[in-house]
């Protein structure tokens, strides 16, 4: 049975810092790319990072680029977002997903397994 927990999320302040976790069981992360999404309220799930099953590739949506950073412990299977310089804007609940494919993708579709969520709010 595939189960993803997030944790570490919160309430910060604009302009501090947050890490978030993904603890992965009943897959190999290392065989798959893993993923971060988002949904504020009343907007559409949004992607956020992704990573390869290397780790060697990532990508980021344009509007945490430079701010995000997504990595990962295969030794843990655990997935990472350090998540610096937050804004309001990045309030939302975040999701970790295991892709289906190894190779990092943006699209929600491209993902089968999904955690529960972990809420970050940001204050202004």
């Known amino acids: 049975q595939v189960q993803l927990v997030e944790s570490g999320g919160g309430l910060v302040q604009a302009g501090g810092s947050l890490r978030l976790s993904c603890a992965a069981s009943g897959l190999t992360i290392s065989s798959f790319a893993m993923g971060w999404f988002r949904q504020a309220p009343g907007k559409e799930r949004e992607f956020v990072a992704a990573?390869?099953?290397?780790?060697?590739?990532?990508r980021y949506a344009d509007s945490v680029k430079g701010r995000f950073t997504i990595s990962k412990d295969d030794a843990k299977s655990t997935v990472y977002l350090q998540m610096n310089n937050l804004t309001p804007e990045d309030t939302a609940v975040y999701y970790c997903a295991n892709c289906a494919s190894g190779d990092a993708r943006v699209t929600a579709g491209s993902y089968n397994y999904w955690g529960q969520g972990t809420q970050v709010t940001v204050s202004s």
């Open positions: 990573i390869s099953w290397s780790g060697v590739s990532t």
